[in-house]
T-cell receptor, first 112, second 111 residues
């Protein structure tokens, strides 16, 4: 069966510091991968998605970037965090466009 | 691109009553419609989905209906229980490799 991992689970970072969040999927190959952000009490904002190694589509222009160095690894990064980057970051995978997206456990990021 | 509207944003029902959440979508090419439940502090989890070749699907107390002509779909929860309290998201497949989510409905089950 497939499993999706995210780490760290929680993170507290100062404004202006860098960020690296990692997501890995097990038990499948060539998945679609997604990064979402959820502000407190709000909906799911799609940040990036990838249909293959090195292929990244950006949904929202901001100070975040994403990379997919391996088939089942998806990384979200920032060089300098802003207060507005605080939120619950969720990685998800699916086997195709019209297949179910399965979410990872999430990373709760607080920027102070 | 695809746009998904979800109503209501908040819904309170008495325990044992039914709850209905409605969504509309804009892209007639959309053919996959999942529903997710998100409990406080946890990840969204799929509870039911429907594809455009089906008008209704049931799973115990949960059902989803789809009207392709009107481009709307609904989630029905019968005999609501306290553990049904959560935020529910509808979604629709987009033309590319994305699923477009509604803004969510916070469901409160009142004792």
């Amino acid at each position: 069966s497939q499993t999706i991992h995210q780490w760290p689970a929680t993170l507290v970072q100062p404004v202006g510091s860098p960020l690296s969040l990692e997501c890995t999927v097990e038990g499948t190959s060539n998945p679609n991968l997604y990064w979402y952000r959820q502000a407190a009490g709000r909906g799911l904002q799609l940040l990036f998605y990838s249909v293959g190694i090195g292929q990244i589509s950006s949904e929202v222009p901001q100070n975040l970037s994403a990379s997919r160095p391996q088939d089942r690894q998806f990384i979200l990064s920032s060089k300098k965090l802003l207060l507005s980057d605080s939120g619950f970051y969720l990685c998800a995978w699916s086997q195709g466009r019209t297949d179910t997206q399965y979410f990872g456990p999430g990373t709760r990021l607080t920027v102070l | 691109g695809e746009n998904v509207e979800q109503h209501p944003s908040t819904l309170s029902v008495q325990e044992g009553d039914s709850a209905v959440i409605k969504c509309t979508y804009s892209d007639s090419a959309s053919n996959y419609f999942p529903w997710y439940k998100q409990e406080l502090g946890k990840r969204p989890q799929l509870i039911i989905d429907i594809r455009s070749n089906v008008g209704e699907k049931k799973d115990q107390r949960i059902a989803v209906t789809l009207n392709k002509t009107a481009k709307h779909f609904s989630l029905h929860i019968t005999e609501t229980q306290p553990e049904d309290s959560a935020v529910y998201f509808c979604a629709a497949s987009g033309r590319d490799d994305k699923i477009i989510f509604g803004k969510g409905t916070r469901l409160h089950i009142l004792p």
